[in-house]
């Protein structure tokens, strides 16, 4: 029998945002502050409504949280936060490894450069090409 997959609601990935720019270095002016709710439920929405697996759904997500730029600051971290925490709730691995990079991925993912099996490989296995202008 198939696991029914658990999505992160709204006022959860608001929660996430507020992490995110309390635990990561930020700018003085960074806030957590939402400023279209209806682009952070479209974004929840399309996750739900993407065929594939969770790995498929996580890179969806990831994606379509970065690009909706729902909040004032820390989109990208909210994003990635968001990701790894749907993953796991799920009982999925995350293999992003922890390193400086990870911030030119989530660039790369805001400017359209990687496709949604990279973005999905990347969850996976932790390995993705390099974001290059």
Same mark, same amino acid.
């Given at each position: 029998? %198939? ?15 507020? +992490? ?19 682009? +952070? ?12 697996? /969770? ?5 969806? +997500?990831?994606? %379509? /949280? ?8 820390? $989109? ?14 799920? @009982? ?6 922890? $390193?400086?990079? $990870?911030?030119?991925? /989530? ?24 974001? @290059?202008?």
């Amino acid at each position: 029998m %198939e696991r029914k997959i658990v999505y992160p609601d709204e006022d959860t990935v608001v929660a996430y945002n507020a +992490l995110a720019i309390t635990i990561f270095e930020t700018k003085k002016a960074d806030q957590a502050k939402v400023l279209s709710r209806s682009k +952070l439920s479209g974004a929840i929405r399309k996750c739900k409504d993407s065929k594939g697996d /969770l790995y498929r759904k996580a890179a969806i +997500l990831l994606k %379509e /949280l970065i690009k909706a730029h729902a909040f004032a600051s820390g $989109n990208r971290r909210t994003a990635l936060i968001a990701t790894i925490y749907f993953v796991k709730k799920n @009982r999925g691995k995350i293999n992003i490894p922890n $390193n400086p990079n $990870n911030a030119k991925v /989530l660039q790369g993912i805001r400017e359209g450069y990687f496709t949604d099996e990279e973005i999905e490989g990347w969850i996976k296995n932790g390995k993705i090409k390099d974001f @290059r202008r």
